[in-house]
């Protein structure tokens, strides 16, 4: 309560607070700012040449290449160990099925077998095709060492 008196005591007896991003409060006055600043207008750093910062774009702009196939390569990384890994549960489990004698097998383990080498097959198959996808890709975004090689 005294929190609001004291706010509202401040607003009728001096000038209103600043508020952050108010239009009144970011119009620029002549006074405050002293010789001609009224004419500048950019953010850039004035110690900048543009040459330099046209390096430092492409510098950037390098970096970010480096960066994107890097990525790349890491997702195509992950999802091979992903397969690999189902690939190596699903073996294991279809070993232990083979382990059983055939005349001991039950109708639904001869089954689960069946059904084990064709998702074994799904899963190497898709595995190729991310192999194939990721050496497209390498071919695609040429390395560092490619790019500034002599021609």
Known sequence: MELKQSLSTHVETEKPLRRYGAVEETAWTAEGLGRNQLDIISMAETTM???EIELEMAKIQRLREVLVRR????????DDIQLCNDIMDLKQELQNLVAI???EKTKPQKQREDELIQKIHKLVQKRDFLVD???VERLRLPSREESRAPT
């Open 49 to 51: 040449m543009p040459e």
């Open 71 to 78: 990525e790349s390569e890491l997702r195509f990384m992950m």
């Open 101 to 103: 004698p055939e005349k």
């Open 133 to 135: 996808d990721a050496e």
